[in-house]
Nanobody, 120 residues
Framework: QVQLQESGPGLVKPSQTLSLTCTVS??????????WTWIRQPPGKGLEWMGV???????YYSPSFKSRTSISRDTSKNQFSLQLSSVTPEDTAVYYC????????????WGQGTQVIVSS
């Protein structure tokens, strides 16, 4: 059973960089079974797909976030991370990491989510 846990600061000041880490257990982030995704949900809005890092380490980003987003990984710690630069209050959201099963294209495993507030 794959488990994911987000971690990072809950409060970020405008113009700073938001950094979150997802720690994965029960499965390796280098396995070809899954890809590893960041998704967020602003208050009162739907889910927003931000980007993904594949088992190979390749990354793909939503055009909405591409200029501000970087996803990386630490295979020694079985973690992958999100960095979102130049944040504004509109980046306030619950941020989730999720594992997408390659064969089914379903997001089968999710972290519990972490609330990030952007405020001075």
């Amino acid at each position: 059973q794959v488990q994911l846990q987000e971690s990072g600061p809950g409060l970020v000041k405008p113009s700073q960089t938001l950094s979150l880490t997802c720690t994965v257990s029960g499965g390796s982030i280098t396995t070809a079974y899954y890809s590893w995704t960041w998704i967020r949900q602003p208050p009162g809005k739907g889910l927003e797909w931000m980007g993904v890092i594949a088992h190979s380490g390749s990354t793909y980003y939503s055009p909405s976030f591409k200029s501000r987003t970087s996803i990386s990984r630490d295979t020694s710690k079985n973690q992958f991370s999100l960095q979102l630069s130049s944040v504004t209050p509109e980046d306030t959201a619950v941020y989730y990491c999720a594992a997408r099963t390659i064969l089914t294209s379903k997001y089968d495993y999710w972290g519990q989510g972490t609330q990030v507030i952007v405020s001075s």
